[in-house]
């Protein structure tokens, strides 16, 4: 079985960063993997502040203007990359830095090709205010081939034991099952395979197969639910507060635009309860 061997982390220095790493380098302690640490100079935005003025003879402040911010940002980076390596170092874990210019979704995907997993912060912040959030994230997803691991700040770090699959029987949640299998191979997870649908005959069917699928890779730990819930208020009032993980199903295009406004996926992102497996 294929196990995640190269993980990338995108790094914007915030708390929800910091959470990633952590989470990272324990995923890469349990598979024997290298991290790579992501940093990026968000040119545009660096670009777009410095604004040709009007009064020509401005320009030569405006030109030092944007050498001072560039050098602020380069600073950052640079303290976001010891700070990176120092906890990776602390951890034993294998690591590298990669550093790439322009818009930090393009960038993070460029990259990730290259790459098994991408471990990164439910909330992103590559601005050059580094309080100001963005959307990073949420674009990462409408594009990404590769899974993600999508961390809370208040992530605990621990192992992961209790893991729900949500599970409906579509391409896209048995996708996001067989990349979960090769996160789950180096661990013992209790699992539970959940699936919302009233049609007991289709549901029962989506979780056999599914069963079958998880044991013959090995995943034996595993209980089957069926709800007539909603898949919100299932996993809200059933499961959130016991579940180390939660494992999904995304569309691949215009995830938060189409797909999933108003869905479950959005909900626990915006809820920030636990870590995502999005596949």
Same mark, same amino acid.
């Given at each position: 079985?294929?196990?995640?061997?190269?993980?990338?982390?995108?790094?914007?220095?915030?708390?929800?960063?910091?959470?990633?790493?952590?989470?990272?380098?324990?995923?890469?302690?349990?598979?024997?993997?290298?991290?790579?640490?992501?940093?990026?100079?968000?040119?545009?935005?660096?670009?777009?502040?410095?604004?040709?003025?009007?009064?020509?003879?401005?320009?030569?402040?405006?030109?030092?203007?944007?050498?001072?911010?560039?050098?602020?940002?380069?600073?950052? !980076?640079? @303290?976001?990359?010891?700070?990176?390596? $120092?906890? /990776?170092?602390?951890? %034993?874990?294998?690591?590298?830095? *990669?550093?790439?210019?322009?818009?930090?979704?393009?960038?993070?995907?460029?990259?990730?090709?290259?790459?098994?997993?991408?471990?990164?912060?439910?909330?992103?912040?590559?601005?050059?205010?580094?309080?100001?959030?963005?959307?990073?994230?949420?674009?990462?997803?409408?594009?990404?081939?590769?899974?993600?691991?999508?961390?809370?700040?208040?992530?605990?770090?621990?192992?992961?034991?209790?893991?729900?699959?949500?599970?409906?029987?579509?391409?896209?949640?048995?996708?996001?099952?067989?990349?979960?299998?090769?996160?789950?191979?180096?661990?013992?997870?209790?699992?539970?395979?959940? !699936?919302? @649908?009233?049609?007991?005959?289709?549901? $029962?069917? /989506?979780?056999?197969? %599914?069963?079958?699928?998880?044991? *013959?890779?090995?995943?034996?730990?595993?209980?089957?639910?069926?709800?007539?819930?909603?898949?919100?208020?299932?996993?809200?009032?059933?499961?959130?507060?016991?579940?180390?993980?939660?494992?999904?199903?995304?569309?691949?295009?215009?995830?938060?635009?189409?797909?999933?406004?108003?869905?479950?996926?959005?909900?626990?992102?915006?809820?920030?309860?636990?870590?995502?497996?999005?596949?």
């Amino acid at each position: 079985m294929t196990m995640f061997k190269r993980i990338l982390i995108p790094l914007d220095g915030s708390i929800y960063s910091d959470a990633a790493v952590r989470r990272a380098c324990e995923v890469a302690s349990a598979h024997g993997a290298e991290i790579t640490g992501l940093v990026i100079l968000n040119t545009p935005e660096l670009l777009n502040e410095s604004k040709l003025p009007f009064n020509a003879q401005l320009l030569d402040l405006e030109q030092r203007g944007y050498f001072q911010r560039k050098a602020q940002a380069e600073q950052r !980076i640079c @303290d976001i990359l010891k700070k990176f390596s $120092d906890a /990776c170092e602390d951890r %034993g874990v294998r690591h590298r830095q *990669a550093e790439l210019q322009g818009v930090p979704a393009d960038c993070i995907l460029e990259e990730s090709v290259y790459y098994d997993l991408i471990v990164m912060g439910i909330e992103t912040y590559f601005h050059l205010d580094p309080d100001k959030e963005g959307h990073s994230m949420e674009k990462v997803l409408d594009r990404t081939e590769v899974p993600i691991l999508a961390v809370p700040y208040e992530d605990r770090s621990v192992a992961f034991k209790n893991v729900l699959v949500a599970f409906n029987g579509s391409y896209h949640s048995a996708r996001a099952l067989r990349e979960f299998v090769e996160l789950s191979e180096p661990y013992h997870f209790k699992i539970t395979l959940l !699936i919302s @649908d009233k049609d007991e005959e289709y549901a $029962d069917h /989506c979780l056999h197969e %599914g069963l079958e699928y998880l044991r *013959a890779n090995g995943v034996e730990d595993v209980s089957q639910v069926r709800t007539g819930k909603d898949i919100i208020q299932a996993i809200d009032e059933d499961y959130l507060n016991e579940i180390d993980l939660i494992v999904a199903g995304i569309h691949s295009k215009n995830v938060f635009r189409n797909f999933f406004v108003g869905s479950f996926v959005k909900h626990l992102i915006e809820v920030q309860k636990t870590p995502l497996f999005l596949g």
